[in-house]
């Protein structure tokens, strides 16, 4: 596992805070991991899109 | 521009296993050598017992005995990747030079930030255009085809558009 530090702004602080004391999740890490995670799948759908229209490109005029 | 003759390919199981429910396999052969993890290997071989068996393409088993990289696998818990395509990617490290075919977003966007050139099934089969070895005709022949031939997902309108830009561009 590798350690990143971030900076939040204090809402977004606030918020993360208040999941972990609400119980939702075991610390803020747990909530911070699945945000990502979260990020990540809802763009999996254009991510996917852009990658097929690349390859068009790449395939026509590509120079390996 | 490179060789494409000298060049390697490194295959993650999703382009093998595509290509090979296409007929179009043999379009890796245009690769100098296409290596193959381990893992990948074990996984193509279940879905496809035949395909890293063609005569034509120089496929290479490589076993990967080394732990991935710090960075790789900490990208790789991040993106949810499986043992195959962390495999493909630590051999990509190994292998800067060469080119990266997987399928799967997450591996490729990761691939990506990582710097390798990396592509997918539609890139190959597209690319065989511009190698000469299949004409444009047949590459939208196989397109049409996905869908009902291959286990390769793509949102139907996407392929349409490809498609349609294909016919319009080489004036099908």
Redesign the interface.
Known sequence: ??TMQIELPEQLYKAVNALVKNGWFRDENEVL?EA??KF?ESF??S???D??????E??????? | ??N?KR?KAICDAGPIIHLDELKVLHLLSDFHEVLVPDRVWFEVTRHRREALNHPDIPFRKVILDKPPD??L??MS????LDSGEIQTLSLALQHRDS?LFTDD??A??VAEQMGF?V??T?????????RGYLSAREVVDILSIIPQQSSLY??PA?LDR?IR??KE?FEL
């Open positions: 596992m590798e991991c990502v995670r990540i999996r759908p991510l996917i899109e990658f097929i229209l690349n390859d068009v790449w395939g026509l005029h590509g120079d390996e | 521009m490179s494409p060049l710090g960075l696998l900490a818990k991040a993106f949810s080119l977003a997450a490729r966007f050139k592509h997918g539609i890139g190959i089969i597209v690319r065989a255009i511009r793509i949102k996407l490809i830009d294909l561009r």
